[in-house]
């Protein structure tokens, strides 16, 4: 489709001297499903359509930029779900009384997002693969512990 001048457009929507025999590359582009025929307004500038048939509404087609399929960011955001949903199912297999311990103690203190990490962390230091020191800095993190002052 040929680019239009914006001013021409605009000049002819406010003096009402469109017509679209004279100006056939300006007209609306809609068409009537019932007639077939297509409406005889004048389109906007830099759309196909008049205001009455989607016209500033939205970014036309031919100005839409394509969504990046990848990219850092969505491509972090896609490492950051992999590695909750792999957090959230290692907490599914945590043992019972591990789960007790931690609803009875740190639940209600521990944020709801962070109640998966936590209860690894939890689980670990109860085997025993944790040891005291690992545990404060996972509580400090956690902020259940005040920060040592450095």
Known sequence: MPRMDVQKVSALMDTGRFTPEKYPELQCTATSKRTGQ???RCRRAGWSTC???GA???DPKDRQ???EASGPQNELNRQIKRARRAVRAAAENVPEAVQRVFRSEYASRVAGPDH???LLALAARMEGSMGVRE???QQEAFGLLKQADG
Do not use: E, I, N, T
Request: hydrophobic share 20%.
């Open 38 to 40: 297509r409406c005889r």
């Open 51 to 53: 205001k009455f048939h």
């Open 56 to 58: 500033g509404g939205r």
């Open 65 to 67: 930029r394509p969504l």
């Open 116 to 118: 998966d990490r936590f």
């Open 135 to 137: 545990w404060r800095r």
